[in-house]
């Protein structure tokens, strides 16, 4: 069982508030993640969404593509629009030989819109779930006929953000849906790392790994803030760097066998958390705990 360690390019440009990053190039993310020492990356809104354009800049760098970003819409329609609307994406997927494809509904999804409290986020009825997860079912069962795994990811002001509802998700759904473990979403939502970890480490197929700020998210659900304002008031960093026990959540990864991802994240304000020092200080920390923990690390190319 091995692990790769990856970053997600929002150390240097942010996907949910374009604001953040907008300046900084798509190549300065390549050279620097590789400089880090990271052996790949995920998908950001900068990168190309063919393989013919992007594959040459990852190869440029020595860099592979750990996975990318999917919004579907399966609450409001079926399964097969979903499956026709990913083509493109799948098609990328497989060409830059992604094993598991980060998936999300964002459906009535508040977490783009820094107007919205994230405590309106959205909150399924039993019709909603009697709708939702045998669609789910299908795109899964679809996707690992290609070859593909999906990885669901919980996230802050979507259908599927606290500990109940990825509870719910689990039970209902078949092992075709893995789960994207999050710790920073999985905190942020009230959730317990370890607790996520020995529920559902069997379905986790792919690895979020970011750290929180206690007292950011204190203040943020004092002030009933939205998922963006906690951002920029810096509710997660980089691994290591905040309230987390890294060292017990990576542990807890390795009893379950776990040999995917590490993919290393943290939404800052790039002009107050310069991009360089977090994928350095990242990559060290990532690399370190992750042996300590017992995971065994791929070579990097």
Known sequence: MTVRLGVNPLLWTNDDLPLLG?????????????????QGVEMGRKFPTTF??????LADESLVLASGWYSSNLLEHEAD??????????????????????????????????????????????ADWQTLAPRLNRVADYLAEQGIRLAYHHHMGTPIQSTDDVARLM??????????????????????????????G????????????????????????????AVVDGVFTIPGDGDLDFEAILGQ?????????????????????????????????????????????????
Request: charged share 25%.
């Open 81 to 126: 629009v979903e499956i026709e609307a990913l083509q493109g994406h799948l098609a990328l997927m497989k060409a830059a030989g992604v094993s598991d494809m980060v998936f999300c509904e964002t459906a009535r999804c508040v977490h783009l819109d820094r107007d919205l409290a994230v405590s309106r986020r959205p909150r399924l009825t039993d």
């Open 22 to 38: 907008d300046e900084t190039p798509l190549t300065q993310c390549l050279a620097e993640a590789r400089r880090a020492g990271y």
């Open 171 to 200: 039970n209902e759904t078949g092992d075709n849906v893995g789960l994207l473990f999050d710790t920073g979403h999985c905190r942020f939502a009230g959730g317990d790392p370890l607790d996520w970890v020995a529920r559902w």
């Open 253 to 301: 990864l390795a009893a379950q066998g776990y040999d995917g991802w590490l993919v290393a994240e943290a939404e800052q304000d790039q002009t107050v958390a310069p991009s360089w020092p977090l994928a350095q200080r990242s990559y060290r920390y990532l690399h370190d705990t992750a042996r300590s923990a017992g995971l065994r690390l791929a070579e990097a190319a």
């Open 52 to 57: 013919d354009a992007l594959g040459p800049l």
């Open 202 to 229: 069997r379905r986790i197929n792919h690895v979020h790994c970011k750290d929180v700020r206690e007292a950011v998210i204190a203040r943020s659900r004092n002030r009933n803030a939205s998922f963006l304002d």
